[in-house]
């Protein structure tokens, strides 16, 4: 059994039908991982219209703050990865090089959205780098440079495609918690661009399985090592957070 897919430039791919179960084996990671996301205490408060909307404001506010704390170190992981890839599939490192590259910003969008929702920036770009962030970063680093540099589409698959699930939520739950508009940049950019690159990363790691069939294995390994360590434990820490500054107390 073979898969066809015609890409944006018009480059028709026949896929072997172990590369199209594996890519569908990834998207059942990611429906397994989004129903523990829905169970979790943060999003059940972020959905609920009876949650103190400062407590909204703040758990997004600290998220963000996460998240430009990792984003230089997977941006980074991820080039290097790249790097490693067979130097005879400029094919397959190009898109992701572009891709990696149109990311490079977005720790910055993220801080600049903080700032707005009262944040301070000297203090964000001081600060030491939390434990779950730097545990997240790690992982990503560590796969990139350490095992094969295909494992990194593991990190990358379920960051990609559950990010514009979760932001396109959120834009709702937002709004019903009155959610200041002009500090959900990062949010409405992701809920809108990430759609497309989660397009690119499933043909992406059906073009890789199909052409490198042992990759599938790393790629998996990837999967289960970065979801040890995201989402949840980096929202964990933004509530902790966020009830620290709304019951008056100072965040470490």
């Known amino acids: 059994m073979t898969d066809t897919q015609t890409t944006e430039s018009h ?12 890519a569908a084996s990834l998207d059942q990671k990611v429906d397994t991982l989004l129903a523990s996301v829905e169970e979790s205490d943060i999003y059940r408060l972020v959905a609920s219209p009876q949650t103190d909307p400062r407590l909204v404001a703040l758990i ?11 984003g230089p170190h997977v941006t980074e992981a991820t080039f290097t990865a790249i790097g490693r890839f067979p130097k005879d599939r400029p094919d397959l490192m190009r898109p992701l ?3 990696d590259l149109s990311e490079v910003d977005h720790g910055e ?11 301070n920036e000297a203090w964000a770009r001081d600060r ?19 095992q094969s540099p295909f494992a990194f589409l593991g990190y990358m698959y379920p960051f990609e495609t559950l990010t514009p699930i979760l932001t396109e939520r959120a834009q709702g739950f937002l709004k019903m918690h009155g959610f200041p508009v002009e500090a959900q940049v990062f949010i409405d950019t992701h809920a809108e661009e990430d759609i497309g690159h989660a397009n690119l ?5 059906k073009r890789v399985v199909n052409d ?10 990837g999967f289960d090592c ?3 360590v995201y989402p949840l434990p980096i929202w964990a820490h933004a509530l902790q957070n966020a009830r620290t500054e709304l019951f008056g107390q100072q965040v470490a």
């Open 201 to 205: 990363l499933n043909l992406l790691v």
């Open 97 to 99: 090089i572009l891709h």
């Open 11 to 22: 480059r028709t791919d026949t896929f072997s039908s172990e590369a199209v179960d594996f």
């Open 128 to 146: 030491r780098i939390s434990p779950c962030s730097f545990a997240m970063g790690a992982t990503c680093r560590m796969l990139a440079e350490r």
């Open 212 to 221: 490198f069939p042992d990759a599938a294995e790393e790629i998996a390994y």
């Open 109 to 119: 969008m993220a801080l600049t959205d903080f700032i707005k929702l009262g944040g």
């Open 226 to 228: 970065f979801v040890n």
């Open 60 to 70: 997004v506010k600290y998220i963000l703050l996460e998240v430009f704390s990792y």
